[in-house]
């Protein structure tokens, strides 16, 4: 009997044990990224005004690394490139210092979701649907898309693609072009623009697409390489980006746009981070937006 009550009291402490660490286990609080559903219990995350900004001191704008000319990190740990100009004249016009957030095709809405960044100055092509979720600025820059292959297999008509495999970045307007009007091709996919000309210059794909002043640009500075194809698609615009909904940044945006426009900065920011790349291979005219008329 002695032993049957030892053992019975036992049992009990651990039982005891086992439901307080159960109801402290319960109250415990999910981490950031913490469980299934801890994402949806965070509050949503609004974007910063334009006092929040200044009074911060910094204005934070997602930026390419790794999109020469337009965007990337140099051999001395700077950003540079057009839309970088661009980005540090807004800084300045706002009395604050630019912090510059590396960004992903794929990751730019997010980015402006969640409110890791303000702005959003990554190349980024207006389309209907990324208008459903995010407010553009007026454009400053006019783009196509375009294809650029090896000299020795030429790509120089879209039909020639059929069969055959067409390297893109996830979440650009190519990967959604050819989705869409040509499900023949066969999509190579990749995150970033370095690991796709990586498999372009490997030979993993026949060609690349992507915009066609990017591609230019690249094949200017890698002999063996033609943009075959010039001007893919529609004629379409690139323009700044804010979280939707943000109405005052956007009427700033939008009234600084028009400002630089007067003094012809964009032209300027060309000669300054373009032209060095591009030489006389490209009219500026055919690129630049003053004053966010196309």
């Known amino acids: 009997?002695?032993?049957?009550?030892r053992i019975f009291s036992i049992v009990a402490v651990?039982?005891?044990?086992?439901?307080?660490?159960?109801?402290?286990?319960?109250n415990k609080q999910?981490?950031?990224?913490?469980?299934?559903?801890?994402?949806?219990?965070?509050?949503?995350?609004?974007?910063?005004?334009l006092d929040q900004i200044k009074s911060s001191g910094k204005v934070i704008i997602g930026v390419f690394s790794d999109k020469a000319p337009f965007g990337y990190v140099d051999s001395n740990g700077e950003y540079q490139g057009y839309d970088v100009y661009f980005a540090r004249r807004?800084?300045?016009?706002?009395?604050?210092?630019?912090?510059f957030v590396p960004v992903e095709p794929a990751s730019r809405v997010e980015y402006l979701k969640t409110g890791k960044v303000d702005i959003i100055l990554a190349n980024f092509t207006v389309t209907e649907e990324r208008a459903q979720s995010v407010d553009f600025a007026l454009p400053y820059m006019k783009v196509a898309l375009g294809v650029?292959?090896?000299?020795?297999?030429?790509?120089?008509?879209?039909?020639?693609?059929?069969?055959?495999?067409?390297?893109?970045?996830?979440?650009?307007?190519?990967?959604?072009?050819?989705?869409?009007?040509?499900?023949?091709?066969k999509l190579l996919k990749f995150d970033q623009y370095t690991e796709a000309y990586n498999a372009l210059l490997d030979r993993r794909g026949d060609a690349f697409?992507?915009?066609?002043?990017?591609?230019?640009?690249?094949?200017?500075?890698?002999?063996g390489f033609t943009v075959g194809i010039e001007t893919l698609g529609s004629i379409d615009t690139i323009a700044p980006a804010v979280q939707k909904g943000n109405t005052e940044l956007l009427?700033?945006?939008?009234?600084?746009?028009?400002?630089?426009g007067k003094e012809q900065f964009f032209h300027a920011a060309y000669q300054e981070t373009l032209a060095p790349v591009y030489g006389d291979a490209v009219d500026p005219d055919s690129l630049v937006v003053e004053g966010g008329v196309v």
């Open 209 to 223: 697409s992507t915009d066609n002043t990017e591609v230019l640009a690249w094949a200017l500075q890698n002999p």
């Open 251 to 260: 009427n700033w945006l939008n009234d600084e746009i028009k400002a630089l």
């Open 148 to 185: 650029v292959s090896p000299d020795d297999n030429l790509i120089t008509d879209v039909e020639q693609l059929k069969g055959k495999t067409l390297i893109v970045v996830k979440g650009t307007t190519a990967e959604t072009f050819f989705m869409e009007n040509y499900p023949e091709v």
């Open 1 to 5: 009997m002695k032993l049957f009550k």
């Open 90 to 99: 807004i800084a300045k016009d706002l009395g604050v210092e630019p912090e």
């Open 14 to 26: 651990i039982a005891l044990a086992l439901a307080v660490f159960t109801a402290c286990a319960g």
């Open 30 to 49: 999910p981490r950031s990224g913490e469980g299934a559903n801890a994402t949806a219990s965070q509050p949503k995350v609004t974007a910063r005004t």
